[in-house]
């Protein structure tokens, strides 16, 4: 019997297995896009067998999904980085920006517009394997902070989660809307400017 805490071997043996059903899956998705990604392409990068899989992630969109969640965590911790200095509501909302950029860069349009999709998708509660997201609860902190400085408004109208979210539906919205260029984040530093202005104090 393995020890409280220890890994068995055989635990080691499925964890492994799905990480390169994962990292197999995103490459394939990096090319093909998540729709028509081909699963078999997937299971032969990975070295198994085609019901394997099925048994590790019941669908596509479930890859899709904790590679968000992944990315997530991942951004979050960058935000973090960047919360440790000095800043305002403004300069946090641009950096968020930044580091959807470098995102993008990283996944490649295709991949990463399949994972914009995934936050507007009907399935997304079935397929929301977490508790929390990490990215957007610093953001909804953030706006707290702005409250409290009294950078926007404190007022049962202005409520910091729902600012939050605001910001990344039109985030979002934009992303998918535009392609990447000058022009696109030009649109995005004004949707900022836009929202900001709207909860000024008065």
Request: glycine share 6%.
């Amino acid at each position: 019997m393995a020890a409280p805490g220890k890994v068995t071997s055989r635990e080691a043996q499925r964890i492994a297995t799905r990480e390169r059903l994962f990292g197999a899956a995103v490459t394939e998705f990096k090319q093909a896009g998540v729709a028509s990604a081909d699963v078999e392409a997937i299971v032969a990068a990975a070295g198994v067998a085609h019901g394997t899989f099925f048994f590790h992630f019941p669908t596509k969109e479930h890859v899709l999904a904790e590679l968000g969640h992944r990315e997530e965590i991942r951004l979050a911790g960058e935000l973090d980085r960047f919360l440790t200095s000095t800043r305002d509501l403004r300069s946090t909302l641009l950096e968020v920006l930044r580091l959807a950029a470098s995102l993008e860069r990283r996944l490649g349009a295709v991949l990463f517009g399949d994972l914009l999709a995934l936050y507007f998708s009907p399935r997304r509660a079935e397929l929301r394997l977490w508790p929390d997201h990490p990215l957007i609860t610093r953001v909804i902190a953030e706006f707290e902070l702005a409250r409290d400085r009294g950078d926007i408004r404190d007022d049962p109208e202005v409520d910091p989660a729902n600012a939050a979210i605001f910001f990344f539906m039109g985030f979002f919205a934009l992303l998918i809307t535009y392609d990447r260029s000058a022009e696109r984040n030009r649109v995005l530093e004004q949707n900022v400017t836009v929202l900001l202005r709207g909860l000024e104090a008065r």
